[in-house]
């Protein structure tokens, strides 16, 4: 029973409240520890994604496309297609669900690992 709790401790889910994108930190609300909110908790790197310029409002570069369709060598059809984009780091959203590891020092040091 005791390891159970100690791995609730560990691992947690909360509520996103601020974000520091430049710092890749976030602090957190667990709602299940009586509404603490976290201190800074870093966000783990992720892979970068790309993020169409219209759903995102930001300024971006073109990126661009093509396909080519051939039969036993004879291009039979190219289909082009290009879009306003950007490539960004993952970082949660206020307001986001968020998995969190805990490190069990007590100190409140933790990491979020992504958004749930």
């Not at 603490?36 to 073109?62: F, H, N, W």
């Not at 879009?83 to 960004?88: L, P, R």
């Amino acid at each position: 029973m005791a390891d159970m709790t100690e791995l609730k401790n560990i691992v947690r889910l909360g509520t996103v409240q601020s974000v520091n994108a430049s710092k890749m930190t976030a602090r957190v609300k667990f709602k299940d520890k009586g509404g603490i909110t976290s201190g800074d908790l870093r966000i783990i790197k992720r892979p970068v994604y790309v993020v169409p310029a219209m759903e995102s409002g930001a300024e971006g570069q073109t990126a661009k496309t093509t396909l080519k369709y051939d039969y036993n060598g004879q291009m039979l059809k190219e289909v082009s297609h290009s879009h306003e984009a950007f490539v960004t780091e993952w970082t949660p959203g206020v307001n986001d669900m968020v998995l969190c590891i805990m490190v069990p020092d007590g100190d409140g040091d933790g990491f979020i690992i992504g958004e749930v």
